[in-house]
């Protein structure tokens, strides 16, 4: 176990703050820039963006128009703020913190952007596991941080209950990679609660079971996210309850909601036991093990009354 000194600390959690205060607009990605253009003797404002290998633009008015004018000089106000994070960022994986690849990067920030953790969703999983590093200023092991899927929790009552809803998660998916599609629930033939690509990357929603055994293995569908399937799923509700902030290492940092370390790890020691994998089973007591660890000395307290809880 290896504590991060002091100094990147300070930063994380600089960047944690400046990436909670930052404006994401789902419109106008901060990777892009407005430019005047010239048609017929008028200018107008265009959008350019760069989406992999191509380049995009998008019109957006005209220069006389006050509100897009001001729209445009805080876009260049939150455009220099994202090149300050893109800095703390370099800075925090070159002093060995962990980074999601860029497609699971890619995913989270499009949830986020969509308004999932607005809509009180949670991140769970190895991804969410990765936040953890700033959080307690811990390196993390290599192992522990591999995986090919990513993981999205939300409780089925706050979901009916809150005010809004996001798109579709196929949606959503299908915007940073076409070849997502949704994979049929064998519960239920007309929904689906998980969703994978061309390289079999999945994509899993997820939904505490607090009730009966009649509702394992039957999607539960829910509003916030249009109707979209989840998975219901037993202690989920302890894994979730009363989450955390932080912040993934991808872009300019990718301000998520995460569970409660302590909670993390107690589930961890639940499901590892649970397990029918082997290699997941491992995996699972190696994250509970280190963050145990960690938490008996950070968060002792804590710690306690989730396993206690637990």
């Known amino acids: 176990?290896?504590?991060?000194?002091?100094?990147?600390?300070?930063?994380?959690?600089?960047?944690?703050?400046?990436?909670?205060?930052?404006?994401?607009?789902?419109?106008?990605?901060?990777?892009?820039?407005?430019?005047?253009?010239?048609?017929?003797?008028r200018f107008y404002w265009k959008f350019q963006w760069r989406d992999g290998a191509s380049a995009k633009s998008r019109y957006v008015g005209p220069v006389t128009d006050k509100a897009i004018i001001e729209r445009v000089l805080r876009f260049e106000q939150i455009k220099s703020d994202y090149k300050g994070r893109r800095q703390l960022i370099r800075s925090l994986i070159a002093a060995g913190l962990p980074t999601p690849d860029r497609l699971s990067g890619d995913i989270i920030e499009a949830m986020g952007r969509a308004g999932f953790f607005r809509l009180r969703g949670v991140l769970v999983g190895t991804l969410a596991y990765q936040a953890y590093a700033g959080i307690l200023g811990v390196r993390l092991g290599a192992r522990q941080l591999m995986t090919q899927d990513a993981d999205f929790a939300q409780f089925w009552g706050i979901s009916e209950k809150v005010s809004g809803a996001m798109k579709s998660p196929l949606e959503i998916l299908k915007a940073v990679d076409d070849s997502f599609r949704a994979v049929q629930h064998t519960g239920d033939p007309f929904a689906s609660t998980q969703y994978r690509n061309s390289s079999v990357y999945r994509v899993d929603f997820l939904t505490p079971n607090r009730g009966s055994d009649d509702h394992q293995g039957k999607p539960a569908k829910m509003k916030a996210l249009?109707?979209?399937?989840?998975?219901?799923?037993?202690?989920?509700?302890?894994?979730?309850?009363?989450?955390e902030r932080s912040v993934l290492l991808h872009g300019g940092g990718v301000s998520v909601v995460v569970p409660r370390a302590e909670r993390f790890a107690g589930h961890k020691v639940i499901v590892a036991v649970e397990r029918r994998d082997a290699a997941k089973s491992d995996k699972d007591t190696a994250q509970a093990d280190t963050l145990i660890r960690v938490l008996s000395l950070k968060r002792p307290l804590e710690l306690a009354e989730a396993w206690a809880t637990a």
């Open 226 to 243: 249009s109707g979209a399937g989840t998975e219901p799923l037993r202690h989920l509700d302890y894994l979730i309850h009363q989450p």
């Open 1 to 41: 176990m290896q504590f991060i000194d002091l100094a990147i600390q300070t930063t994380c959690t600089e960047l944690f703050q400046r990436t909670l205060d930052a404006d994401f607009d789902e419109q106008f990605p901060e990777r892009g820039s407005f430019r005047r253009k010239k048609s017929k003797d």
